[in-house]
């Protein structure tokens, strides 16, 4: 692990970001980690420093909008466009899948990047492209804090995250007895 690789994961152990237990994922997988996010975004001042390490790998990508995914990805998507001097779009649910409200949208070809907190399987950050295309924009990257996916979530756009973290997750029907016997969370999304 590089020394920026660990300036992550020590923002995230920190401000307890990063949880061990038994949780109960918003994908309906279990597993004994989870990254509660909305835990550093407390505290903007490592929301700063992260939003400013994922641009870095993001500065050969050109895009003029950052749009996220409500709840995960509001506030570093809102930090992303902020530091990149672009503009803030957030999709939201609305009977139960997303949606752009509050007369968003986007101009023909607009360059978007799409911004998550975690990535586990990656329905919201597909949510979101589709609604990019079908609103006339044009879809750049994804750029996330946290992909624990392992590498299975594909994108038909380069997929960027600043950690890269897999921890097992298991079907409802197949928790391991170790795993059983913690008292079972759901933190959400």
Not at 47 to 56: C, H, K, S
Request: glycine share 8%.
């Amino acid at each position: 692990m590089d020394s920026t690789q660990k300036e992550i994961l020590d923002i995230f152990i920190r401000t307890r970001a990063l949880q061990e237990g038994h949780f109960v994922l918003r994908s309906g997988l279990h597993s004994g980690h989870y990254f509660q996010c909305a835990q550093v975004c407390q505290h903007l001042d490592a929301v700063e420093r992260l939003a400013q390490l994922l641009l870095v790998k993001l500065q050969r990508l050109s895009f003029t909008t950052v749009l996220a995914p409500a709840m995960g990805g509001l506030v570093i998507g809102q930090e992303l466009a902020r530091q990149a001097k672009a503009r803030y779009l957030f999709a939201e649910k609305e009977d139960n899948a997303l949606v752009l409200r509050r007369g968003f949208a986007f101009s023909p070809g607009e360059r978007v990047l799409v911004a998550e907190d975690v990535v586990t399987r990656g329905g919201r950050v597909l949510e979101c492209l589709d609604i990019v295309r079908k609103a006339g924009g044009t879809p750049v990257a994804v750029a996330m804090l946290v992909d624990r996916s392992a590498g299975a979530a594909r994108f038909d756009v380069p997929a960027i995250s600043l950690l890269e973290l897999s921890f097992p997750t298991y079907p409802a029907d197949a928790v391991p007895e170790w795993l059983a016997k913690i008292p079972v969370q759901k933190p959400g999304s």
